[in-house]
């Protein structure tokens, strides 16, 4: 297979994003894991020495960290001090949003969502007046869409590209469908984005972004044309954990108890979890947890819960009672 390689540097790179987010105790786990084979694609397969890459959507750091400790620009054991305020000597700080002044290997800061199209047409300008071919990728949120100021940098990538003075100008746009607050079409819609796009004058294609054949196939599109070029990749938000997949509420936070959760998944893809949801709160365990579970919740009087047997995507809600003996009713619910 051609990116076997590939596959397994995404899977290497989400463990060391829930490490980052654990060590951390805050981070973006959604949107970092929902864009990670785009990223391992740019950084391990496509980008040449003078290519430069902008994260727009600066949320997903841990990503772009984990691509560029493995570049070279420091250490892996500086992933650890992600999002921590003070640094041994020796190592790089490493914020929550990229910092251009603060981490080699970040060619802009970023996070005011919006900014980062305009940030890499100005890069795409300023490699025509250098006369040089050197690409510039990018990548952007669905939901930051929803900014102005993106229709403008729209406008003027093409606007500049028409006039001769931009070239080799490719983005990506993570489309995962949610954002902080729930799903993109409801807080605000910004679909058709590939016809909002083509309006505007860019070359546009539609992919699984989890797929590096794909990724592949419409990049070499994209060096073809007589245009700026876009890629809108459907992803899945959370993507390769589970209990996070298509769930907002893994945006912007994830406990220390769901990150053991995933580093133990990314270990044994076979583990059976539960969901649990109390007051609006979600809780996930190890179906071999009964004891725990029990333990955690043991004021509850009852609880729904869905069960979930991750091996044939079989679901089902139960009630549990919690006078009763939860493992063995949790295990009785499971095998029918």
């Known amino acids: 297979m051609q990116f ?3 596959e397994e540097i995404a899977k290497q790179t989400r463990i060391e994003i829930i490490e980052m987010i654990k060590e951390a105790a805050s981070g973006h786990p959604g ?6 084979e785009i990223l391992v694609y740019l950084y391990s397969h496509k980008m040449k020495e003078n290519d430069c890459f902008h994260l727009s959507k600066g949320h997903a750091a841990p990503t772009l960290y984990s691509m560029l400790a493995r570049k070279g620009y420091f250490t892996k054991e500086n992933l650890k001090y992600f999002r921590k305020l003070e640094v041994p000597e020796g190592f790089v700080k490493l914020e929550g949003h990229p910092s251009y002044e603060k981490t080699p290997g970040v060619i802009g800061s970023s996070g005011s969502l919006g900014q980062g199209l305009s940030y890499a047409v100005g890069l795409a300008l300023a490699n025509k007046l250098d006369d040089n071919d050197n690409k510039v990728f990018f990548l952007m949120g669905d939901g930051e869409s929803q900014e102005g100021m993106v229709k403008e940098a729209m406008e003027s990538a093409v606007h500049f590209y028409r006039q ?3 070239r080799n100008l490719i983005g990506f746009i993570d489309c995962n469908k949610l954002q902080l607050d729930g799903s993109v079409k409801d807080i605000m819609g910004v679909a058709p984005l590939a016809s909002k796009w083509r309006e505007y004058g860019w ?8 797929m590096f054949e794909e990724i592949d196939c419409a990049v070499s599109n994209a060096e073809k ?5 876009i890629i809108v990749a459907n992803t899945v938000k959370g993507k390769g954990v589970p209990f996070m997949e298509k769930d907002y509420r893994f945006h912007g936070a994830a406990t220390k108890e769901q990150c053991d ?3 133990l998944y990314f270990n044994d893809p076979t583990i059976q979890f539960i969901k649990l949801e109390m007051d609006g709160k979600k809780f996930c365990c190890k179906i071999c947890d009964g004891g725990n579970i029990l333990r955690r919740f043991e004021a509850a ?3 729904e819960a869905m069960i979930a047997n991750l091996k044939n995507k079989n679901f089902r809600l139960v009630n549990i009672d919690f006078k009763d003996d939860v493992y063995k009713k949790i295990s009785e619910n499971f095998k029918q």
């Open 301 to 303: 009087e009852d609880l």
């Open 164 to 166: 001769g003075r931009l």
């Open 203 to 210: 070359h546009v294609q539609e992919i699984d972004g989890h």
């Open 261 to 263: 959760l995933a580093l």
């Open 4 to 6: 076997e390689n590939l």
């Open 31 to 36: 949107g970092s894991l929902s864009c990670v």
């Open 225 to 229: 044309q007589d245009a700026p070029a």
